[in-house]
């Protein structure tokens, strides 16, 4: 039973049913700077718990918007706009 099981992980993970979207292929040279966009954020009412550079290529959050409801965002890296967003009632 246990190897049943993981062989579902497996699968949904090699599948990339688990995976983020991908944002960008273009060179980190050219993506917004991590900390002035992180404060561009805080300014336009989000309030940031986790911050990271996604294997798509996406800044994503964990945090709370200026609703004070709960979100996930993927961020394209280049252009600053949210790529994919799930807000939790």
């Known amino acids: 039973m246990r190897n049943l099981l993981l062989l579902a ?6 599948s ?4 983020g979207p991908e944002c960008t292929t273009t060179d980190s040279a050219t993506w917004l700077d991590k900390a002035k966009f992180q404060e561009d954020l805080k300014a336009q009412g989000y309030e940031i ?5 996604t294997d798509g290529n ?11 409801k709960k979100v996930e965002i993927y961020f394209d890296p280049v252009s600053g706009k949210p790529v994919k967003e799930e807000v939790k009632e």
Not at 16 to 19: C, I, S, T
Not at 49 to 53: N, Q, S, W
Not at 58 to 68: L, P, Q, S, T, V
């Open 16 to 19: 990339g049913v688990l995976a």
């Open 58 to 68: 996406c800044y994503e959050i964990y945090g709370w918007n200026k609703d004070k």
């Open 49 to 53: 718990k986790v911050f990271k550079v």
């Open 9 to 14: 992980v497996v699968s949904l993970y090699s």
